[in-house]
C-alpha cells in the first residue's frame, strides 16, 4: 500500500467550476500535511499547509484535514486556466512524502 | 532573497559513470532535502541534511550519497550509473529548525539527468 494516495486524474472542470483533489495517507502519526502545485517541466511550489483537523481558506483554496479519517483535501474555487497543473499532497512524518499527484485541467 | 539554485542544470552520463549534483540553499536555510522525480515513481525522498549531517534518508541504494558544507550548500553523488537513474533530482532547503515539518521547503529548478 502506497503511502500517500490521490486520484490520478485527469481530472478537468470548466472555467469558474470548483475543483475537488483528494489524498489518503497510512501513517497515523503524520502531523503535518501540504499542498504543491507543479507546472510542467517546473518544480513543486507550496500553496497550502494544515496541521490540524478542519478546513483552512487562502484566497481561492481550501485545504481540509481529518485526521481519524486520514484524508486531506484542497478544494480551488472559481478555477481558471492558469490552475492546470499537477497537484501533489505531501505529508510530513519525519520527511516528506509525496502522492503521485493529480492533473488538473481548467478548460476556458 | 534569492531562491534556491541548482547546477547543472541539464546532464546526459552513461551506464557505469558518477556524477555529482549541487544545489545552493536560500540564504540562513540549514537544511537541504533530495528528492528524484520519475515519471513512473513520482517525487521521492532521497535524504535530507542538516547543519552538515545527514539528517534522514530514504530507501534508496547505497550508489546515492550526499554531503552538506558549512555553507548550508548541498552535493548528491550517484555512483555507477544505472539507465534506470534518469530522472528530475530536485533539491529543496528549509529553515530544518522544526521537527514537526512546518518548516517550508522550498525547491530548486532541479538537474535533470539522462543515462545513456
Known amino acids: 500500500q502506497k503511502e500517500v494516495e490521490q486520484n490520478s486524474g485527469p481530472l478537468s472542470v470548466p472555467e469558474g467550476a470548483i475543483a475537488s483533489l483528494n489524498c489518503t495517507y497510512s501513517d497515523r502519526g503524520s502531523q503535518s500535511f501540504f499542498w504543491y502545485r507543479q507546472y510542467s517541466g517546473k518544480s513543486p511550489e507550496l500553496i497550502m499547509s494544515?496541521?490540524?483537523?478542519g478546513d483552512k481558506e487562502d484566497g481561492r483554496f481550501t485545504a481540509q484535514l481529518n485526521k481519524a479519517s486520514q484524508y486531506v483535501s484542497l478544494l480551488i474555487r472559481d478555477s481558471q486556466p492558469s490552475d492546470s497543473a499537477t497537484y501533489l499532497c505531501a505529508v510530513w512524518s519525519r520527511q516528506l512524502t509525496f502522492g503521485s499527484g493529480t492533473q488538473l485541467t481548467v478548460l476556458p | 532573497k534569492a531562491g534556491v539554485t541548482q547546477t547543472p542544470r541539464y546532464l546526459i552520463k552513461t551506464r557505469g559513470q558518477q556524477v555529482t549534483l549541487s544545489c545552493s540553499p536560500i540564504s540562513g536555510h540549514r537544511s537541504v532535502s533530495w528528492y528524484q522525480q520519475t515519471p513512473g515513481q513520482g517525487l521521492q525522498f532521497l535524504f535530507e541534511y542538516f547543519s552538515e549531517t545527514q539528517r534522514n534518508k530514504g530507501n534508496f541504494p547505497g550508489r546515492f550519497s550526499g554531503r552538506q558544507f558549512s555553507n548550508s550548500r548541498s552535493e548528491m553523488n550517484v555512483s555507477t550509473l544505472e539507465l534506470g537513474d534518469s530522472a528530475l533530482y530536485l533539491c529543496?532547503?528549509?529553515?530544518?529548525?522544526?521537527?514537526?515539518?512546518?518548516?517550508?521547503?522550498?525547491f530548486g529548478p532541479g538537474t535533470r539527468l539522462t543515462v545513456l
Open positions: 529543496a532547503s528549509s529553515g530544518g529548525e522544526s521537527w514537526l515539518g512546518t518548516d517550508t521547503q522550498y
Open positions: 494544515i496541521y490540524s483537523n
